[in-house]
């Protein structure tokens, strides 16, 4: 909880520190809201509690990208919205109908409401059949939107998996199915920002694979996979921002040459790229490597090909 509430708060006062010149006057008292709910979540004590900031999130989130004041965004906030009511419709159903106790414990797939705790948290994770919510709605936020979009959403179900569901063998397979379906849809992407949008898919797969195979090493890897990419997918969004905002292109074919009028930002963008292809000596490197080394540990050669 700590460990989550921490890097939630560091990201908020990031975010805000790049939102700074934003004129919007909605969207950062907003992202706030939505920040501040992803740390309620971190250090809820029972379900109710975790139900009412989850949906505080989903009202903050939408407010972030709706502010965009754009036709797209406007739409996209509306598919996005409906997505995650729709994960908390699911909690309250499990919470209210089936569950006789509302204290948040590791809980196994042996009754109808740990399934549909279950199938809530994996919504908000970008988990398949609804993993297109998230490629669909972070590129439509504005330059500094999309890092608070980044940061809480899936993080926040990364978390309620690893304190709800630790060792749950069928997350193992979700999250390789997530591995490849983002990194694919990444690769056939043109828009910068929906690459890094579908990227999040692929690094949450990770993260899900890891709480599956439940060990402590995975467990650990998960968490700390978790921290390090909020931070260098932070980094690559607000280096995507920062062109979007002095270009005001997002496709990659329309730019070029971008080291010789925003050093700075590429140096950055650099330092992300590097930091999520686990480039040794980055933070990607450690936390990636704890998860497939905790694959290689229990003898699950598939997983840790």
């Known amino acids: ?9 560091l990201m908020a006062a990031g975010g805000g520190l790049f939102a700074f010149s934003q004129k919007s006057r909605v969207e950062v ?8 709910s992803a740390i ?3 250090l809820a004590g029972d379900l109710i509690t975790v139900f009412a900031f989850w949906e505080l999130m989903a009202v903050g989130s939408t407010l972030v990208l709706w502010s965009h004041g754009k036709d797209t965004a406007y739409r996209a906030a ?5 997505i995650h009511l729709l994960g908390g419709v699911v909690l309250v159903i499990a919470m209210v109908t089936f569950i006789p106790s509302v204290t948040f414990t590791r809980m196994a797939l042996d ?6 705790i279950l199938v809530g948290f994996l919504i908000n994770a970008g988990a398949p059949p609804l993993s297109a919510w998230l490629p669909d709605a972070y590129p439509e936020a504005s330059w500094s939107g ?7 959403t899936t993080k926040t179900a990364v978390y309620v998996l690893i304190r709800g ?3 749950t063998e069928l997350l193992i397979w979700v999250g390789l199915f997530m591995v490849f379906y983002g990194i694919v849809y990444a690769l056939l992407e043109n828009d910068m920002r929906r690459i890094l949008a579908y990227s999040i898919v692929n690094q949450v797969g990770f993260m899900i694979a890891g709480i599956g195979i439940g060990t402590e090493m995975a467990l650990n890897g998960a968490a700390a996979h978790a921290f390090t990419h909020i931070i260098y997918k932070a980094l690559l969004l607000m280096s995507a921002g920062s062109v979007l905002y002095m270009t005001g292109r997002r496709k990659c074919s329309e730019l070029g040459g971008l080291f010789h009028s925003m050093p700075v930002t590429t140096i950055c963008g650099t330092i992300g790229a590097l930091a999520i292809s686990s480039f040794p000596l980055t933070s990607g490197f450690v936390s990636k490597s704890m998860i497939s080394q905790a694959a290689s540990d229990g003898g699950l050669l598939t997983v840790w090909l």
């Open 40 to 42: 309620g979540v971190a």
């Open 165 to 167: 569901f630790p060792g």
């Open 78 to 82: 509306r598919r996005y919205l409906m």
């Open 111 to 116: 009754w109808p409401a740990h399934w549909l």
């Open 29 to 36: 008292p907003a992202a706030f809201v939505y920040a501040g």
């Open 146 to 152: 999309t890092v608070f979009l980044s940061a809480f």
């Open 1 to 9: 909880s700590r460990l989550f509430a921490t890097i939630f708060a």
